[in-house]
């Protein structure tokens, strides 16, 4: 059985790594909630001025399509365009106020060292999935059962770079994905004025 | 994942709440004093998270009593001991 994939290099890599980040922690996470999604805090210094612009969820899906403009803009000014977004959801995922991906363990309290290896753990199983697949499609290809057909990226360096970053953000996405919305202080406050 | 306990892991009912309550702290207070993220208390409010052995102790030095009348073994919603929840 022959079959003729032709894809977009930039493309492939998104599809391959959306697929499996989305199969390992959201498919695969019994405890994930659509509903319950952490807002996205920003880094202190803004926190004042807007301190929640986007649920984790919605900043996991703003990533991956800040990639895709990378990857599939075309050249010019558009492509400028998309590599500046990308960049801005880079930044933005990795400096994720609550984000214990990035954080020192000692930082931490037990509960939070705790999801932050469950995390990289997530992390890395995506990873090696991500992998996996990209290896199973160049043997399909390599004994010719699959005519795969990729496409030149309008930029390979920008392909480069979008998996690199990848292994960068992933933890971060991670987490962003699963935290749950964070208790609310004026919540407490109810509790404590109750109890009162 | 994510630092709760895991689906198959029982939750472990508290009184931190109304422990908290009753001293009059806030969840911020009572985090600075056992020493974790205050939204830690959120979760252990709630027996989303089951605390380390370490913690339970922290907890009860806090509050002066026996790990045994903060934490009791049995489903969510079960009744302590002497009748409350």
């Known amino acids: 059985m022959d079959m003729t994939l032709e894809i977009p290099t930039g493309a492939a890599i998104l599809v391959v790594l959306a ?12 405890l994930s909630d659509r509903l319950n999604s952490a807002p996205l805090e920003l880094p202190a210094a803004w926190e004042r001025y807007r301190p929640r612009i ?3 969820k ?41 984000s214990l991906a990035q954080q020192p363990a000692e930082a931490l309290d037990e509960r939070e060292r705790s999801l932050q290896r469950s995390i990289y753990v997530s992390a ?21 059962v699959l005519d ?6 309008a930029d390979d360096g920008t392909a480069v770079l979008v998996a690199l970053i990848f292994v960068w953000v992933a933890p971060s996405l991670v987490h962003a994905w699963l935290d749950p919305r964070p208790d609310e202080r004026e919540e407490d406050d109810l509790v404590l004025a109750a109890s009162r | 994942m994510t630092g709760r306990r895991s689906a198959d892991e029982p939750p472990i009912p ?16 009572l985090s600075r004093l056992v020493g974790v993220n205050w939204q830690t208390i959120g979760y252990l409010e709630r027996g989303e998270y089951n605390p380390s052995l370490a913690l339970a102790f922290r907890l009860s030095d806090i509050f002066g009593l026996p790990i045994e009348e903060i ?8 009744a302590f001991p002497d009748g409350s929840r």
């Open chain 1, 19 to 30: 697929v499996v980040f989305l199969s390992t922690v959201a498919i695969g996470e019994r």
């Open chain 1, 54 to 56: 986007l649920a984790g």
């Open chain 1, 58 to 98: 919605w900043l996991v899906g703003v990533w991956f399509a800040a990639a895709a403009a990378a990857l599939l803009l075309p050249g010019g000014p558009a492509r400028l365009a998309g590599l500046l977004a990308f960049a801005a959801a880079s930044f933005l995922v990795i400096g994720y106020r609550r």
């Open chain 1, 124 to 144: 890395y199983r995506i990873l090696a999935s991500a992998i996996g697949i990209a290896a199973v499609a160049l043997m399909l290809a390599e004994a010719r």
């Open chain 1, 148 to 153: 795969l057909r990729l496409l030149p990226p």
């Open chain 2, 71 to 78: 934490f009791v073994r049995g489903r969510p919603g079960e």
């Open chain 2, 14 to 29: 508290n009184r931190i709440a109304e422990l908290r309550g009753e001293a009059g702290l806030s969840r911020i207070e």
